[in-house]
């Protein structure tokens, strides 16, 4: 397993870390599950993706904005994910049932727009004298 921290850009965090296959229909009509398996990474911006293989590979990235859908499917007899992306690209990833809805979560947890809070630093001086005279109150 590579460190992808080194692939995270400022404020970039790890929301989670998976095993996963990704699925293909065979000729006949079935699910078949891929090798190498792929390790996906979900932050709080993308998903990175890499084979699980001896040789080390630049992790493949797609930005949360290039996500059109996600949702939770059965893949035949498997689990799993499916990604639809901007460009109609589709990806079916296999994972366990319990792995199903914490990348699930994890990826809307991605998805979600970064909050833009922002508190007023200057507090009206009637609050602070409430304050003092309640506080005052219990001499």
């Not at 989670?16 to 000729?27: C, P, S, T, V, W």
């Not at 290039?66 to 994972?95: C, H």
């Amino acid at each position: 397993m590579i460190d992808v921290s080194q692939y995270f850009i400022e404020g970039e965090r790890q929301l989670g870390f998976y095993q996963a296959e990704l699925a293909r229909l065979n000729g006949i009509g079935h699910w078949t599950p891929t090798i190498p398996p792929l390790m996906v990474i979900v932050t709080n911006y993308r998903l990175l993706l890499y084979p699980q293989t001896r040789r080390k590979y630049t992790p493949a990235s797609i930005p949360a904005r290039y996500l059109l859908s996600v949702e939770k499917v059965e893949l035949g007899t498997f689990y799993g994910i499916r990604l639809i992306l901007r460009t109609n690209y589709q990806l079916n990833f296999v994972v366990g049932l319990k792995q199903q809805q914490e990348l699930f979560d994890d990826i809307a947890t991605m998805r979600l727009p970064p909050t833009r809070i922002r508190f007023d630093e200057t507090i009206p001086r009637q609050d602070i004298e409430r304050l003092v005279q309640y506080l005052e109150s219990f001499r």
